[in-house]
Structures are given as C-alpha cells and as structure tokens.
C-alpha cells in the first residue's frame, strides 16, 4: 500500500485521446501531485528508469514527484488513457512497480467510463471519488505485481536473482547476472521485467536499499559506511538512490524510525 499520502483532492478526470501523428509532451509532477494514467487503447511510451517502456491497453502508470507522464506515441494508432490527477499530503513511496497492468479490458473501459461520468457530476462528493479511483487504481496496481511474483520463473532467473539476494553487497553487474544465468543481457532484462515488473540492476538497487534500511533503523553506522557495506560505490551514489527509491534522504528515514522506535 502506497504510504505516507494523506488529504487526498481531486485536480482533474479526463479520457485523454492523443493526437496521430504526433508525440504528447510529457509533464512532471510537481511536488504533492500525482498522476495516474490508465492505457484504455493504442500504444505508447513512458520513459522510465533510463528508457522507453512501452504501454499498451490495460498498462498502469504511476507518476510521482519528478515523474513524467507518457511521452511518446504510435502514430498510426495514438494511445487514449483515462488520467487521473491528484493532490496530496505527506511523502510518496510506491510499494510496486511504476508500470503494471490491469488485465480484464472490459472492466478497464467500465471503470474509466464511470470515473469520467461521475468527475462531471457535480452534486457527487469529489472527496469520495477521489478515495475512490486512487483505492481501486493502487489495488490493482498491487494485485498485478503480487500475482507475478507468484508465477514460477526460469530457473536461470531465479539463479540471477538468488544472486542478487545473497551478493547484493559485491561488485556484481547485469553482466555477471546474465553469465551466471546462461542468458544474454537483453534476454535476463526482458525476463526480469516480464516476471518482477523491473530490470535486474533495479532489482540490485532495491536489494541494497532494503539491506541499508536495516542498518539505517537499528544501528549508527555513519552513513558513509553502510553505503559501502550494502554495495554502493559511495555515500553520494547511496543517498542519491535511496532518496529516489523511498522520497527521503537516509539521515531522515533514520530519524523518523529511531525516533519512532522510542
């Protein structure tokens, strides 16, 4: 669930249509706003994580602070998504993957016919609405990536991604991942997202992400040391990740939680 959102307020529901023959210009989110597009049909492209990622019919894209919106286009056959802006309190930490994927495409275009019906409807409490479409949106998101984790993988994936779970703290790259698992690289990056919703460098990331928070909220390493502990080549590579990982810098998360603990 995502954490930290609190006073939610609807900004604006809209079935976006883009135009063919050209891309849309991708906007950032601003601090305290949210932006969740739901691909209703056509193709396009959302850059993520240092490339392109395609969205087709049933993708789910959550865009955070500092987040752009889809931003590029089929122009033969343009995207249409139902985008759903929000306004919100506290710190935005999403707990899956940016892009996932709602399935049934019939209850896509149900749910995206009813929140644009009711989001004009001026006697209904946008409060309500609001709660509503971000509680469904992030529910699906959740459930996408809990039933992928499910589905067995390869086993050359699960031996790069024990890998990961056991050597996160080594110098061990997509290369040494891919050697290990018998795969190219292109093939292990495709494999990775098609089965964990994300590449495997990511994964790796998120591994020393998760072992630093340990570090972080029961003991007082300096900061310096638990990034070389947990695999980042410095405190500067570390604070920059973790910070784009979680939305707080490391010496504010180990505040709130040592605090907390009290």
Not at 30 to 46: D, Q, Y
Not at 92 to 113: G, H, M, N, S
Not at 199 to 204: D, G, N, T, Y
């Amino acid at each position: 669930m995502l954490t930290g959102i609190r006073n939610l307020q609807l900004s604006s529901v809209a079935h976006y249509h883009q135009p063919a023959g050209v891309h849309p210009r991708a906007r950032a989110q601003t601090s305290g706003h949210i932006c969740i597009e739901l691909v209703t049909g056509g193709r396009g492209w959302v850059w993520h994580e240092d490339e392109w990622v395609e969205v087709l019919p049933g993708s789910l894209v959550w865009h955070g602070p500092g987040d752009h919106t889809i931003g590029r286009s089929e122009f033969d056959d343009p995207y249409r998504c139902l985008s759903v802006r929000i306004r919100f309190q506290g710190g935005f930490q999403r707990p899956f993957p940016r892009v996932t994927k709602w399935e049934d495409l019939d209850a896509v275009a149900q749910f995206t016919e009813q929140a644009v019906k009711l989001a004009y409807e001026e006697s209904f409490d946008s409060q309500l609405l609001a709660e509503r479409l971000f509680a469904e949106l992030q529910f699906r998101a959740g459930h996408y990536a809990w039933a992928a984790g499910r589905r067995r993988a390869p086993e050359p994936l699960l031996l790069a991604q024990q890998a990961i779970e056991r050597d996160y703290a080594k110098s061990i790259s997509v290369e040494d991942l891919a050697k290990l698992s018998g795969w190219s690289v292109p093939h292990l990056h495709a494999e990775f997202r098609r089965y964990y919703g994300k590449p495997p460098h990511q994964a790796l990331i998120t591994r020393r992400i998760r072992a630093a928070k340990v570090q972080l909220a029961a003991t007082n390493n300096p900061i310096k040391q638990i990034a070389v502990e947990c695999g980042f080549s410095g405190a500067s590579a570390f604070c920059t990740a973790f910070k784009r990982q979680t939305g707080v810098n490391p010496a504010v998360f180990r505040q709130e939680r040592q605090l907390g603990a009290g």
